[in-house]
T-cell receptor, first 115, second 116 residues
Framework: AQSVTQPDIHITVSEGASLELRCNYS??????LFWYVQSPGQGLQLLLK??????LVQGIKGFEAEFKRSQSSFNLRKPSVHWSDAAEYFC?????????????FGKGTHLIIQP | EAGVAQSPRYKIIEKRQSVAFWCNPI?????LYWYQQILGQGPKLLIQ????????DSQLPKDRFSAERLKGVDSTLKIQPAKLEDSAVYLC??????????????FGSGTRLTVV
């Protein structure tokens, strides 16, 4: 069965500083990988996704993530955070192929931005 | 294009009562998912439909939860009877047929259920 680990429950970053959120996954082959963001009271918004090709993927809002097969990781980065980036961030893995392809999510990382 | 619509937005019920949530996916999206998100956790898949057929319901507590997608469009998720631990946000998502998870989903805003 697939699983996702987000080791950091909370991260505090100063506005303008760089950010890296960690994600490790467990899956038998190369999975589909996603990062979603959830603001208070809001639904989930897709930041970026990886399913093949270039292992460095660009997303919305200036985010990027790098797939590292050898480390089973898919860490999210942003060079300079803004106060509006404060939210909950979820990493997710999805199975390839047809049929059952529901996502397995990590427990999330709560990002706090200091002025 | 309109997003995934869910209603109600909030619901408070007493334990042992029943409750139902409704989801209308994006037009043309054949695959529909229900997720449960307990406070402080990531969403957990409850059930996946493709058109009006169930693809995966392995994590659905079938003794109390049921879901249907008549006519392959909108869907209803029901809990009967509710327990305190069912307090959560119930999210609906949809995606195009044949694109699987690789294309990503569109999520609705969710229904927040509080069981007291």
């Amino acid at each position: 069965a697939q699983s996702v680990t987000q080791p950091d429950i909370h991260i505090t970053v100063s506005e303008g500083a760089s950010l890296e959120l960690r994600c490790n996954y467990s899956y038998g082959a190369t999975p589909y990988l996603f990062w979603y963001v959830q603001s208070p009271g809001q639904g989930l918004q897709l930041l970026l996704k990886y399913f093949s090709g270039d292992t460095l993927v660009q997303g919305i809002k200036g985010f990027e993530a790098e797939f590292k097969r050898s480390q089973s990781s898919f860490n999210l980065r942003k060079p300079s955070v803004h106060w509006s980036d404060a939210a909950e961030y979820f990493c997710a893995v999805g199975a390839r192929g047809g049929g059952a392809d529901g996502l397995t999510f990590g427990k999330g990382t709560h990002l706090i931005i200091q002025p | 294009e309109a997003g995934v619509a869910q209603s109600p937005r909030y619901k408070i019920i007493e334990k042992r009562q029943s409750v139902a949530f409704w989801c209308n996916p994006i037009s043309g999206h054949a695959t529909l998912y229900w997720y449960q998100q307990i406070l402080g956790q990531g969403p957990k898949l409850l059930i996946q439909f493709q058109n009006n057929g169930v693809v995966d319901d392995s994590q659905l507590p079938k003794d109390r939860f049921s879901a249907e997608r008549l006519k392959g469009v909108d869907s209803t998720l029901k809990i009967q009877p509710a327990k305190l631990e069912d307090s959560a946000v119930y999210l609906c998502a949809s995606t195009l047929l044949g694109t699987h998870a690789g294309r990503g989903y569109t999520f609705g805003s969710g229904t927040r259920l509080t069981v007291v």
